[in-house]
């Protein structure tokens, strides 16, 4: 198969459209993210890289704190509309129709029409370039509670969540396995005892 060789470039595919909050409960901004994943376990840590020209970034810069929220395929225009206006002359929250609430361990708020939201606090801040990159430690994760099944586990598949890929949103699909199942045992099925006859 041939393919073409291009210029270095942000094609890493696909990525959260996360919609970031900052600042207070009484003052709150929000901002559209796709450069953001996780890079450590223990402790946990994320990233987000914000251009410094952006309304949020001198927010995040003073404050040293955040939330990730993650969106649904059903917040796609409203993720776009928060990746495209500054909240220096809008309301996105209010245009948006999206409900605050205080998250519990960072003064930001979280966003409730979203499934998942990760508190974070800024450990380092470094200018790329284009961008600085905050990165930060996940001091709290806030899940609604319909995705949760009675074994205290999280359903990430039924949040509908979406993703975004080179300029472009995506609905994720279905499940096509979870970590270590190709290198997982089969449970021995056992035959049921023979009656005597």
């Known amino acids: 198969m041939a393919k073409q060789f291009w210029k270095g470039s942000t094609l890493l595919a696909p990525v959260p459209a996360a919609l970031v909050t900052c600042g207070t409960m009484e003052e709150p901004n929000v901002l559209t993210i796709g ?7 223990r402790p946990p840590m994320t990233y987000i890289s914000v251009r410094p020209e952006r309304y949020s970034h ?3 810069k003073n404050s040293g704190e955040f939330v990730i929220n993650l969106t649904t395929s059903a917040m796609c225009r409203e993720t776009d509309f928060c990746g495209v206006k500054s909240g220096k002359d809008t309301d996105k929250l209010a245009v948006c129709g999206f409900h605050t609430v205080p998250a519990h361990e ?10 998942l939201s990760l508190e974070c ?8 370039g284009s961008h600085t990159m905050f990165l930060a430690e996940i001091v709290g994760i806030d899940a609604d509670e319909k995705f949760i099944d009675s074994k205290g ?14 300029g472009e949103y995506f609905a994720l699909g279905r499940k096509l396995g979870d970590f270590g199942f190709s290198v997982r045992k089969k449970k021995k099925h056992r035959k049921p005892p023979q ?3």
């Open 153 to 166: 586990k999280l359903n990430l598949q039924q949040c509908g969540l979406m993703a975004f890929a080179h």
């Open 195 to 197: 009656k005597k006859s």
């Open 106 to 115: 960072v003064a930001p708020p979280l966003i409730e029409e979203c499934p």
């Open 121 to 128: 606090r800024v450990t380092e801040s470094k200018l790329l």
């Open 35 to 41: 450069w953001t994943g996780i890079v450590c376990t």
């Open 58 to 60: 001198d927010i995040i």
